[in-house]
């Protein structure tokens, strides 16, 4: 059985979840990127300042293109705090404010995700997902070079 945009519905399925768990961790790491920006203090305030709004911005757009990208697939996105807490492999980021320590949270981050999205991948490939893997092979380009960036900042 397909859904109506022909997908094998049982791996349709099978990828509303594993969407779902992207969606939860990325509304982490959204929600450490705004406290990283509110609260990074030090000689590199203004351009971490930044840096972290440029990626909470981007994280932004990725929930919304996830979120409708499992409505799509005919499931329904996670939408409640405690959903993402649950779900989140990505843990909150309480009271750092160096560079060093912000910096490497996020690259920590975007490693989870990067994981997340390369299990999405072969899942996608395999239904047949072209929307999925077009979407998702962007996000991994995106980060990828966000993590070599981050890397090469801290030394």
Same mark, same amino acid.
Request: a negative charge; glycine letters at 4%.
């Given at each position: 059985?397909?859904?109506?945009?022909?997908?094998?519905?049982?791996?349709?399925?099978?990828?509303? !979840?594993?969407?779902? /768990?992207?969606? @939860?961790?990325?509304?982490?790491?959204?929600?450490?990127?705004?406290?990283?920006?509110?609260?990074? !203090? =030090?000689?590199?305030?203004?351009?971490?300042?930044?840096?972290? #709004?440029?990626?909470?911005?981007? @994280?932004?757009?990725? +929930? /919304?293109?996830?979120? %409708?990208?499992?409505?799509?697939? %005919?499931?329904?996105?996670?939408? !409640?705090?405690? /959903?993402?807490?649950?779900?989140?492999? +990505?843990? #909150?980021?309480?009271?750092?404010? !160096?560079?060093?320590?912000?910096v490497a949270t996020v690259i920590d981050n975007l490693g989870t995700l990067i994981a997340l999205e390369r299990e999405i991948?072969?899942?996608?490939?395999?239904?047949?997902? %072209? =929307?999925?893997?077009?979407?998702?092979? /962007?996000?991994?380009?995106?980060? %990828?070079?966000?993590?070599?960036?981050?890397?090469?900042?801290?030394?």
């Amino acid at each position: 059985m397909q859904n109506t945009i022909g997908i094998n519905q049982v791996k349709a399925d099978e990828l509303v !979840t594993q969407l779902n /768990d992207l969606l @939860a961790n990325y509304q982490l790491y959204y929600q450490n990127l705004r406290a990283f920006h509110w609260n990074i !203090t =030090g000689p590199s305030f203004f351009e971490l300042h930044v840096k972290f #709004e440029e990626l909470y911005d981007a @994280a932004n757009a990725s +929930i /919304d293109e996830i979120a %409708e990208r499992i409505l799509t697939l %005919e499931g329904q996105p996670l939408h !409640t705090f405690s /959903d993402y807490l649950n779900a989140s492999k +990505i843990k #909150e980021a309480k009271g750092l404010s !160096t560079a060093k320590e912000t910096v490497a949270t996020v690259i920590d981050n975007l490693g989870t995700l990067i994981a997340l999205e390369r299990e999405i991948l072969k899942s996608a490939a395999e239904a047949d997902d %072209e =929307g999925t893997v077009s979407m998702v092979s /962007d996000y991994i380009k995106e980060q %990828e070079k966000e993590v070599w960036m981050l890397r090469s900042y801290v030394g």
